[in-house]
């Protein structure tokens, strides 16, 4: 297993909140952008560590950017006071690592919920992704993700512009080419703990969608899955509330 780093945390709700969520961000994020759903939890009595991964916000840099190093970080990391996550959420990139370290260690978390997860890559999502980090790194301003993304909310906007500034463009560009063959399937096949698909929309674009997430599905009764129509990629980002709906619908 690759050689784990310590990831940066920025929290929500109670340190003494008896319930405790992991977030994780998508490939060239950050872990404030997880703020939808930190606010969300801390409102409903939860504490929320949100990380930086490896290469991104203000998380150390390496060498290694593939989904195993990824994964080992997590899987590192735990509540403050130890133990197991009552929850973890994952997003694109994020659900992927978080698969895997899911599948490593059935004690590292309780529950799994999954924003639109990275966990087969085609060769047209690849396309798809390398274009949109492009265009991040471009022109990381604030009026430039404004004026692509013009029905986000200021704060998204901002912290979008702001995750781009913090990356590093050589990892976010290593983590497609360390990983050539972009699969999680299995992980996911094996996971022993309720997880929950929340999909964006393949009408908008969705990376789970058609016939790989079905599979993914199907191969495991313990995953189960919801769509949030309208949706691009990230779904707490173009439809918030409906995917926060989404959220309260799995934990009720």
């Known amino acids: 297993m690759p050689a784990a780093v310590t990831l940066p945390r920025l929290s929500w709700g109670s340190p003494d909140a008896d319930r405790r969520a992991l977030l994780v961000h998508g490939l060239g994020s950050n872990g404030p952008l997880m703020w939808r759903y930190g606010v969300a939890l801390a409102d409903a009595g939860?504490?929320?560590?949100?990380?930086?991964?490896?290469?991104?916000?203000?998380?150390?840099?390496?060498?290694?950017?593939t989904l195993a190093a990824y994964g080992a970080d997590l899987a590192a990391s735990h509540p403050r006071d130890g133990g197991s996550w009552d929850l973890v959420i994952g997003h694109s990139l994020g659900g992927a690592a978080?698969?895997?370290?899911?599948?490593?260690?059935?004690?590292?978390?309780?529950?799994?919920?999954?924003?639109d997860p990275a966990l087969s890559l085609t060769d047209h999502?690849?396309?798809?992704?390398?274009?949109?980090?492009?265009e991040s790194f471009a022109d990381p301003s604030v009026r430039?993700?404004?004026?692509?993304?013009?029905?986000?909310?200021?704060?998204?906007?901002?912290?979008?512009?702001?995750?781009?500034?913090?990356?590093?463009?050589?990892?976010?560009?290593?983590?497609?080419?360390?990983?050539?063959?972009?699969?999680?399937t299995d992980a996911a096949a094996a996971l022993s703990v309720p997880t929950h698909v929340?999909?964006?929309?393949?009408?908008?674009?969705?990376?789970?969608?058609?016939?790989?997430?079905?599979?993914?599905?199907?191969?495991?009764?313990?995953?189960t899955m919801s769509v949030v129509s309208g949706a691009g990629?990230?779904?707490?980002?173009?439809?918030?509330?409906?995917?926060?709906?989404?959220?309260?619908?799995v934990l009720a």
């Open 46 to 65: 939860w504490r929320a560590d949100a990380v930086d991964l490896r290469g991104h916000g203000t998380a150390p840099r390496t060498l290694d950017y």
């Open 98 to 115: 978080a698969t895997l370290a899911a599948a490593s260690d059935p004690s590292w978390t309780r529950r799994l919920i999954l924003i």
């Open 125 to 134: 999502d690849r396309d798809v992704v390398r274009a949109s980090q492009e």
């Open 144 to 184: 430039a993700v404004r004026a692509s993304h013009p029905h986000w909310h200021e704060q998204d906007v901002e912290l979008k512009a702001l995750s781009a500034q913090q990356a590093s463009r050589w990892a976010v560009e290593q983590t497609s080419t360390q990983n050539p063959v972009w699969d999680v």
């Open 198 to 223: 929340i999909a964006s929309d393949p009408e908008v674009y969705s990376i789970f969608a058609g016939k790989p997430a079905e599979a993914v599905v199907h191969a495991n009764p313990r995953i």
């Open 233 to 249: 990629h990230s779904p707490h980002r173009d439809k918030p509330d409906a995917t926060i709906g989404a959220l309260r619908a």
